[in-house]
């Protein structure tokens, strides 16, 4: 049911799939607004309510304080360093961080979603100024259909900008070479001793058993990759952990650490949904 379902939602255009879900979500959104009286806030910021959000499921404020706590826990983030959030949505990770960076830390996050730049902007920005938040023109089939191929962008900041940058949910959806350019442009805008936490889905022999006949089976393969869809490219895309390892190499980190999730319902210990990958 889940498959169809997500196969039906793809069927829509990525400006009318954020319609559908406002829609569908409608009396959750309300039920929110009533059992919170108003929209609920974190640090002061309003939260997006459930129809709002366009990237990943799950609780919103949840996973951004998980994610908060793998940063300092596997990525080594301090509080007065200054990080890149590579997708920065609707603020998941920002928002938590708003308690816990300190000057001189700096916050810069991107994104290809317009209106998601302007509601951070409006909900973040004003009142943490150091919470800066930029659009960048990207086709992605899954969230937008207007503007450059990912695969030459160059991100918009100097060279060793950051301590500390992120990609969640984000290599997930993109393509392979899109991927290796952003691995190279992270290592480039990352200062000397400076670390990347990147979620993959991981395919491995023992991911695709498990996952097989399950909500996440990467049936479609192209070429050496893997897909959940056969036309919508950025819904959902799975790597060989071993060219994880190998782009890594090639776009001149020292170091690939792997967590393994529970996404494809594997046996032993996991540390999240998707694999993480702390790149050092």
Same mark, same amino acid.
């Given at each position: 049911m889940k498959r169809f379902l997500r196969r039906f939602f793809y069927a829509f255009g990525p400006r009318s799939r954020r319609w559908v879900r406002r829609g569908v979500y409608a009396p959750v959104d309300l039920w929110t607004l009533l059992r919170h009286g108003g929209r609920p806030h974190y640090n002061g910021i309003p939260l997006p309510l459930p129809g709002e959000i366009f990237t990943g499921g799950g609780d919103f404020l949840a996973n951004g304080l998980l994610f908060k706590q793998f940063?300092?826990?596997?990525?080594?983030?301090?509080?007065?360093?200054?990080?890149?959030?590579?997708?920065?949505?609707?603020?998941?990770?920002?928002?938590?961080?708003?308690?816990?960076?300190?000057?001189?830390?700096?916050?810069?996050? !991107?994104? *290809?979603? /317009?209106?998601?730049? =302007?509601?951070? &902007?409006?909900?973040i920005t004003r009142r943490y100024p150091?919470?800066?938040?930029?659009?960048?023109?990207?086709?992605?089939?899954?969230?937008?259909?207007?503007?450059?191929s990912a695969d030459h962008f160059i991100f918009p900041y100097a060279d060793h900008q950051f301590d500390f940058a992120w990609a969640t949910s984000v290599f997930t959806h993109m393509e392979r070479h899109e991927v290796?350019?952003?691995?190279?442009?992270?290592?480039?805008?990352?200062?000397?001793?400076g670390?990347?936490?990147?979620?993959? !889905?991981? *395919?491995? /022999?023992i991911a695709r =058993?498990?996952? &097989?006949?399950?909500?996440?089976?990467?049936?479609?393969?192209?070429?050496?990759?893997?897909?959940?869809?056969?036309?919508?490219?950025?819904?959902?895309?799975?790597?060989?952990?071993?060219?994880?390892?190998?782009?890594?190499?090639?776009?001149g980190w020292s170091a690939a650490q792997v967590y393994l999730g529970r996404w494809s319902g594997r046996l032993g210990e996991t540390t999240d949904f998707q694999d993480i990958v702390i790149f050092s």
């Open positions: 940063f300092q826990d596997l990525g080594g983030l301090q509080s007065h360093e200054s990080v890149l959030d590579i997708g920065s949505g609707l603020g998941r990770m920002a928002i938590p961080l708003t308690d816990y960076l300190v000057s001189p830390a700096q916050y810069r996050g !991107f994104d *290809v979603v /317009d209106v998601a730049v =302007q509601l951070c &902007q409006k909900r150091h919470f800066q938040f930029a659009h960048v023109a990207l086709v992605n089939d899954l969230y937008t259909l207007e503007g450059s290796i350019n952003y691995l190279r442009e992270a290592r480039r805008v990352i200062r000397p001793g670390r990347f936490l990147a979620t993959f !889905f991981l *395919v491995d /022999d =058993q498990a996952a &097989q006949g399950g909500a996440y089976d990467f049936s479609v393969q192209r070429g050496e990759d893997w897909y959940m869809d056969a036309e919508v490219k950025g819904a959902n895309v799975g790597f060989a952990p071993g060219h994880v390892q190998l782009w890594a190499k090639e776009t």
